[in-house]
C-alpha cells in the first residue's frame, strides 16, 4: 500500500504547552497587565525588543525579532525574475508570505494560509514596497517570508520591522528604513498589546486596532491599517502616539545593523 505522506494534526484537546513553559511566577506581571486602560501620555512604555540578524544561513538576508513574549523570525532571499509575467516591467515586486507556526498560537493553526495571514500578507507587503527601490530593480521580484513562532500581539509590526532589516542586510536597495507599531483602542481607550478580551466592561462605540509604519528620515507614514469603528479622535491620537513610537524603534534597528557590519568587517580581515 502506498505511504500517506500528508501532516496529521494533533488532538483538538491536548494541553496547551503554554501550561509546561511558563512559571506561575513568570504570568502574574504579565496578567496584571492585560487590558491595561492606558492614557495617550502613559502609552510612551513600549515593549521590549529584542532583535538579532543572521539567523537563516541559507537566506540571503534574515532577522529574529522578540516584542514581549512575540517571537518572529524573517527571511529575504535573492532577487528572482517574476514569474508568470510575459510583458517587461520597468518596476520590481515585492512578494510577502506572512504566516503562523501551528504551534504559535492558543488555537492550533493549519498549515495552509488562512484569510487572516494573506491580509497580514498583502498588509505587510504595501508597507515594505514603500522602502525599496523599485526601479533598481526591473522585471525582477524579492521574495519575503516571515513566520510567527509565537503569538502574543503586535506579529505584523514585529514582521515588517524584521523584514526592513532583512533586506537591508540581503543588499536589497532602499529608501529608508522602516518601523511599525500596534495600538488598541477599547471602550474609548488606547490600550497596548497583548489584548485581553475577556473583561466585561460596556461596550461602546470605540472599539479597534490600528498598525501603522513610518519611514523615519523621511518623517513619512508609509502604511496605516485600522481595524473596527474609531472616532476621529482616537485615530488622531493612535497616529500620535504611533508615529513618536515608530521613531524610539529606529535606535535600536541601527545598533543592530552596525554592529552586524561591524562582525562582518572583522570577519573578513
Known sequence: MPIDHKRI??????VPYELFARSAAKDKPRDALKGQELEVDACDGQRKIYLQTGVITQAKGSAYIEIGDTKV?????????????IDYGLKGEVYCEFKYAPFSCKKRMMHQQNNE???SSDIMRKALESTVCLHELPNFQVDV??????????????????????LTLAGVPMYDQITSVTLGVR???????????SGKEPPSCDNGLVVLSKLHSQTQICQFYQRGFMSKENVKKCIEVLSKQCDNIVPIVQKCLVKRIVHDIKGDQ
Open 117 to 119: 495571514e494573506k491580509q
Open 9 to 14: 494534526n494533533g488532538p483538538d484537546e491536548s
Open 187 to 197: 471602550n474609548g481607550a488606547l490600550i497596548e498589546p497583548p489584548f485581553d478580551d
Open 145 to 166: 517570508y516571515a513566520m510567527v513562532l509565537e503569538e502574543d500581539g503586535s506579529a505584523l509590526s514585529a514582521a515588517i520591522i524584521a523584514g526592513g532589516v532583512a
Open 73 to 85: 523570525i524573517v527571511s529575504v532571499f535573492d532577487p528572482r525574475e517574476i514569474p508568470n509575467r
